[in-house]
């Protein structure tokens, strides 16, 4: 059974400072877009932010960008050194609660370059992340508050992943760093 090329930090943020940043990012101005799902057009099962300079494409949308805040940038570059790499954007996730999710699928845009690498912060409750391998080899993880993931190349190539829906889950707000080389 292959296992994923991923790193874990599991108090990567202090308690304290994970509470704050939560409180925090929970005041952002989250925007929510639709999607096709079967022919039809549906809300996307979560809140998004994009932040940088340059717009993202994927699931044939357009996030514009705003500018990243001074602090969200501070932490950016916590993250860039812990991964060793220059992260320049993030795309913030806020799931209200267990109905939200985001499903299987690769960051593998054509922006992030051939090999990316994507770290991924969660914050509030804790949820299930799954992954599946070439192989459908299976890691099943659980992110805890403050907890920094690391998903080093191949991973994006080679594994999907997808943050299921939950009945009990309670509000998480997860911050995706990427290093995006063009836009499209």
């Not at 096709?36 to 993202?56: A, N, S, T």
């Not at 690391?150 to 309670?170: N, S």
Request: hydrophobic letters at 35%.
């Amino acid at each position: 059974m292959d296992t994923p090329p991923i790193r874990r930090f599991p108090n990567f943020l202090s308690a304290p400072l994970a509470d704050a940043w939560f409180e925090r990012l929970q005041n952002r101005d989250w925007r929510q877009y639709s999607i096709q799902m079967f022919g039809r057009e549906v809300q996307e099962p979560r809140l998004i932010d994009w932040c940088g300079d340059k717009p993202y494409v994927y699931s044939r949308r357009r996030l514009e960008p705003r500018p990243i805040d001074a602090d969200v940038l501070g932490l950016m570059q916590q993250v860039s050194h812990q991964a060793g790499v220059e992260f320049n954007h993030c795309l913030m996730n806020l799931y209200r609660d267990g109905a939200d999710s985001m499903g299987w699928h690769r960051d593998d845009e054509p922006e992030l370059g051939p090999n990316p690498t994507i770290a991924s912060l969660s914050l509030g409750a804790a949820r299930d992340f799954q992954m599946r391998g070439p192989d459908e080899s299976r890691a099943n993880l659980t992110l805890q508050h403050g907890e920094l993931l690391i998903m080093d190349p191949p991973c994006q190539r080679d594994w999907r992943h997808q943050l299921p829906k939950r009945a009990r889950a309670q509000m998480r707000i997860n911050l995706t760093f990427r290093r995006i080389f063009s836009t499209s």
